[in-house]
């Protein structure tokens, strides 16, 4: 078993296992990071960005190439920025051929999309399977990404900064950030999308899926988002998991699902928590806090956010906690390309919600208090700005938008527009992005920015209890989840489990042996044996058949009575004897003795022995179930088998 890792980043996961004659992707998750590398795309013109300077390098004397590198960055605060459309991290293409993919497994809406990249850009001929919601949240995703990447298109699509030369001149955490930026790609098409996502098939909890006979798919609740989900890949003898993005924490979402998960041959683990030294309950806590000051104050709420996900939460806590403070009339603006969609499917997904959430839907109530939020006037949505009427927008508000990089989307006008006055705050809630780095082009700002992540993925001491109960064999993690974050040792991966990790662009290879197939015996062989008792309860047979490999499934058949041709006859005689047990290799030696050959050398290999023949320039290798002779002599090799031969039991 290999395990191919295409992803730098174990938040975006991207990973193949080749198992049992089949290749198997694990999720194909864009890195959006990338995007903090370039400039933000104002929705009209900015002269301040506009006018910002070309960044120079700080020597003195530097090559023409890296002066024409140069006039690609721009200067904002002393920070070099690209004059350009953002680019993402796409999954690894070079590690393997993509195109012999034969199924993708999407465990959540954040972890799919690069999809269009895979099943678009290359000869990908394999099934996407996902749950109902992943589906279209995700769809919810990639149409707010392209939108927002294709409002504003730049006349000139710049490359030159991706000079190598030109690094070494960088500040090192901007030469940190675009390492990879020769592996970026600019954002696919709409049409990319409705193509890509017509290939995705539905899968609910708990149905199981058959891939060529060979390993059985099985999806369960991951308790991270609405329809996330962990996959099971079983066959007659192994069985992995993969744990993606999970929560044990009581929100909005079908709790996650244990006992599927226990006794795993290996369990992948990613998408741990991005915010280990922080509570999600605190942070929405101080969310709430930090908005009502603010709106007291008679300042305005500014939060970068995903269309979907925790919004769902901030919504719902948010205005509970306003009633509270006598601040019920302060009006929440949601402005997404996709923002009706998104309130209307979280209202339609009943069976995928907590039990809290389905027990509104039988009342009849809205399973999320957005809805009546929306009927009352007090939640407002629009596609985009420019839908905004003067008389509909009022202040001081909360406005929702995206994106959470601030470098494109509407959330950019509201900087510009909001960001001179102290008054306002800006508050992070994605984890996905630094916050300071997100905000570095548009400094100076007058206006406050509190950074509340909230991330209910499952935190090191969790998955640490979890990995306990589910008792996996072996365990195959990222890197850097053994690695202790500061000096804070309860803050790393500790687990008696075998432990192997990955980093992107390379190969792993899982120590686990197939040692069993399922084999199914004919009827008309079945109806032939007669079993003999040799102790109470327990009946032995010899039988000899024919082994018949057909869509993956063994079935051992009477032989025939004429050979098909007569190559095969041979292969259809009864054998003289049947050879069973293991080869004692201190009567080998002894028997090599007696035929003249005394210089042997036994060492043990770990998983058998290793018989030295130096005057024969010859090795023999004994394991457990299989017997190797290397040996250049035609005549000596067939010798060493007859006397292996009379080392065996046999009956």
């Not at 949601?334 to 389905?358: G, H, M, R, T």
């Not at 997100?438 to 993925?457: G, R």
Request: charged share 20%; proline share 7%; aromatic share 8%.
């Amino acid at each position: 078993m290999k395990v191919y890792c295409l992803s730098g980043d174990p938040n975006q996961p991207c990973l193949v296992v080749k198992f049992k004659n089949t290749t198997i992707m694990l999720d194909c998750a864009l890195g959006l990071t990338s995007a903090l590398a370039f400039l933000p795309v104002p929705l009209v013109y900015s002269a301040r960005l506009a006018s910002l300077p070309v960044w120079k390098p700080k020597e003195s004397s530097v090559p023409p190439e890296i002066k024409a590198a140069c006039q690609e960055l721009r200067d904002c605060a002393g920070e070099p920025f690209v004059d350009g459309i953002s680019e993402f991290s796409v999954p690894e293409t070079g590690l393997l051929d993509l195109a012999q993919v034969d199924v993708i497994l999407l465990s959540n809406y954040k972890c799919m999309l690069a999809l269009p990249f895979i099943t678009e850009y290359i000869a990908f001929k394999g099934s996407v399977f996902a749950t109902e919601p992943t589906l279209q949240t995700g769809r919810q995703f990639m149409e707010e990404l392209v939108h927002f990447t294709e409002r504003r298109p730049k006349a000139k699509i710049p490359n030159r900064w991706k000079n190598p030369e030109l690094f070494k001149y960088l500040p090192q955490h901007f030469r940190d950030l675009i390492k990879n930026s020769a592996d970026w790609r600019q954002c696919y098409s709409m049409q990319n999308v409705k193509s890509s996502l017509a290939r995705v098939q539905m899968v609910n909890f708990g149905e199981k899926l058959n891939l060529f006979g060979c390993v059985e798919l099985m999806a369960v609740s991951s308790g991270y988002c609405i329809g996330s989900c962990n996959w099971v890949m079983q066959s007659s003898h192994e069985k992995i998991v993969y744990l993606s993005g999970s929560s044990t924490l009581t929100t909005h979402p079908k709790p996650m699902e244990h006992s599927p998960l226990r006794e795993s041959d290996v369990l992948i683990l990613t998408g741990l928590t991005q915010t280990p030294t922080t509570d999600p309950d605190s942070m929405i806590g101080e969310f709430c806090l930090s908005a009502a000051v603010t709106l007291q104050n008679g300042g305005s709420v500014l939060v970068p956010c995903n269309p979907s996900g925790v919004i769902y939460d901030l919504f719902e806590c948010l205005s509970a906690h306003l009633d509270n403070s006598g601040l019920g009339q302060i009006p929440f603006y949601f402005v997404s390309p996709v923002a009706d969609s998104s309130l209307a499917y979280s209202n339609i997904f009943a069976e995928w919600l907590s039990s809290s959430k389905q027990n509104k839907v039988y009342l009849p109530e809205e399973p999320f208090p957005h809805a009546f939020l929306t009927k009352n006037g007090r939640l407002k949505r629009y596609s985009n700005i420019q839908d905004i009427g003067n008389n509909d927008f009022k202040t001081p508000c909360v406005v929702f938008t995206g994106h959470p990089s601030l470098r494109f989307g509407d959330v950019v006008h509201f900087i510009e527009l909001w960001g001179r006055s102290g008054l306002n705050t800006i508050i992070f809630t994605e984890p996905d992005f630094p916050y300071l780095e997100a905000m570095a082009p548009f400094q100076p700002l007058a206006m406050k920015a509190v950074y509340c992540p909230i991330d209910t993925s499952l935190s090191y001491s969790q998955v640490n209890k979890l990995i306990a109960d589910l008792k996996p064999r072996h365990l195959l993690l990222a890197e850097k989840y053994t690695h202790a974050i500061g000096q804070r040792s309860d803050l790393a991966i500790s687990v008696e489990a075998l432990t192997l990790t990955y980093r992107r662009g390379q190969v792993v290879k899982i120590p686990v042996k197939r040692q069993f197939e399922q084999i199914e015996i004919d009827k008309k062989l079945a109806a032939q044996l007669e079993p003999v008792e040799v102790k109470p309860g327990v009946a032995v047979v010899t039988l000899t058949g024919s082994l018949h490999l057909k869509d993956n499934k063994v079935v051992l058949k009477p032989l025939p009575t004429e050979p098909e041709s007569r190559d095969t006859k041979a292969l259809h005689k009864f054998p003289k004897q049947y050879l069973w047990g293991l080869v004692d290799v201190n009567q080998f030696v002894q028997v090599l003795a007696t035929h003249g050959i005394t210089d042997v050398k036994v060492t043990d290999s770990g998983d058998g022995h290793i018989v030295h023949l130096p005057n024969e320039d010859t090795l023999i290798q004994v394991e457990d179930d299989s017997t190797h002779i290397f040996c250049g002599d035609k005549m000596l090799r067939r010798k060493l088998k007859d006397i292996l031969l009379q080392c065996m039991s046999k009956f």
